[in-house]
């Protein structure tokens, strides 16, 4: 399966099978769909510091990890909320 593809946006549904790959294999060789990740966080208004984290390459990977985590969650509340799933309580 593929992770995210050059053509398509990033489909959440993938975020989970993302961060499987990028622990069994590191963020090197899913740069491409961690970037695209990092997009559509910051189009959808998720906390920049976490998506800076995960965009920047230099930083320890442990670094880049936790921000995963962090932009993941965000990015599937955000989803939720947009389907109407999650509605604020008055």
């Given at each position: 399966m593929s992770i995210a593809t050059p053509r398509r946006a990033v489909d959440?549904?993938?975020a989970g099978s993302l961060g499987v790959a990028?622990?069994?294999d590191g963020f090197a060789p899913h740069e491409l769909?961690?970037?695209r990740l990092v997009r559509t966080a910051w189009a959808r208004g998720v906390?920049?510091?976490?998506?800076?984290?995960?965009?920047d390459t230099?930083?320890?990977d442990v670094a880049r990890?936790?921000?995963f985590a962090v932009v993941s969650a965000a990015l599937s509340r955000a989803t939720e909320d947009d389907r109407g799933?999650?509605?604020?309580?008055a």
């Open positions: 959440l549904s993938d990028i622990a069994a769909a961690v970037r906390r920049r510091t976490a998506a800076d984290v995960l965009a230099t930083a320890p990890l936790r921000a799933l999650i509605r604020p309580v």
